[in-house]
């Protein structure tokens, strides 16, 4: 599945059990459950984000933009966390709003059969966009993906606390399960906020990343050494500059062979990379 259909159906799954929750939590008079459409209701927002910022990244390079549009996809990613940290303040208000109230929930069976299937929805459709997002190297497909699947331990959360509900009938228990959803979705955006700044700011790629660069260069008799090894990520696109220092070789032409025979098993391990080689003649410093 390409990343344009993963994100439609992100947005359709997402927009059907908005409904099914909103109608239910509402006539059940349950903050838990409530507060899992309001999740949705943002995930619905974050997919409709990475749906067009995908159609923005996918687009090719131009005069304005001659590395492409990939930093789309992690001000994407940005965005998307921000908003999965509103949701999580949002339920946490409601659900201390609720512990001092005296309403009861009612008609739980029905919550718990929508917690149930939701949960199941979601892990099909996060899995799959799982799948999406590491074929294509998409970080909004990953985001969604990543909250879609903390849906899934949500919804889980809630279908439990809605059946401890009708055993014990302890009404708390109800604003309780929304507090410890809010926490875990506060979790997960903290940890999209750190993974797509990262990206913004220009880090440079992992460590194993780099060490798979470094062992192409190592496995070339012709270079021996290199210096300013600079490398960053846009969206799906890695960017690599390198100064290479050449050895055997008097020939223009050679070190031209030598630089793109290099550039090209880069681009074997990274697909859709741009790479700046930049050779220089060995000299001994000692």
């Known amino acids: 599945m390409n990343k344009k259909n993963a994100a439609i159906l992100s947005i359709l799954s997402n927009t059907t059990l908005i409904v099914f929750k909103l109608s239910a939590g509402i006539a059940m008079n349950s903050i838990s459950v409530i507060s899992e459409g309001v999740h949705s ?31 789309y996809e992690n001000v994407s990613g940005f965005v998307e966390a921000l908003l999965i940290l509103l949701a999580a303040v949002l339920i946490i208000y409601e659900a201390a709003k ?32 799982f799948k999406s997002a590491k074929k294509t190297n998409s970080l909004a ?17 809630v279908f439990g606390g809605l059946i401890l509900l009708k055993i ?3 009404k708390i228990l109800d604003s309780l399960t ?5 926490i ?5 955006s903290v940890d999209l906020i750190k993974k797509s700044m990262k990206d913004l700011v220009d880090s440079s790629l992992d460590k194993e990343e780099i060490a798979k660069i470094t062992n192409i260069l190592n496995a070339y008799p012709n270079v021996n050494g290199y ?14 500059d390198i100064h290479l220092q050449i050895v055997d070789t008097d020939s223009l032409t050679k070190t031209h062979n030598i630089c793109s025979a290099i550039e090209e098993q880069i681009k074997q391990t990274f ?3 741009y790479i700046v080689i930049h050779p220089e003649p060995y000299t001994d410093n000692r």
Do not use: Q, W
Not at 141 to 146: F, G, S
Not at 184 to 188: A, E, N
């Open 41 to 71: 209701s943002i995930d619905l927002i974050a997919s409709i984000i990475a749906f067009i910022s995908i159609k923005k990244s996918s687009k090719k390079e131009d005069e304005e933009h001659p590395f492409g549009h990939g930093k």
């Open 98 to 129: 609720k512990l001092f109230s005296n309403g009861t929930v009612e008609n739980i069976d029905s919550g718990i059969y929508i917690m149930l299937i939701s949960s199941l929805i979601n892990f099909f459709i996060s899995m799959t966009l």
């Open 141 to 157: 497909l990953e985001a969604d993906a990543a909250h879609l699947l903390t849906d899934v331990f949500t919804s889980l959360g």
């Open 168 to 170: 014990t009938h302890i």
């Open 178 to 182: 929304a507090l410890i959803v809010a």
């Open 184 to 188: 875990l979705i506060i979790k997960t």
């Open 227 to 240: 210096h300013r090894l600079r490398t960053r990520k846009c969206g799906n696109t890695r960017e690599i």
């Open 271 to 273: 697909p859709d990379s």
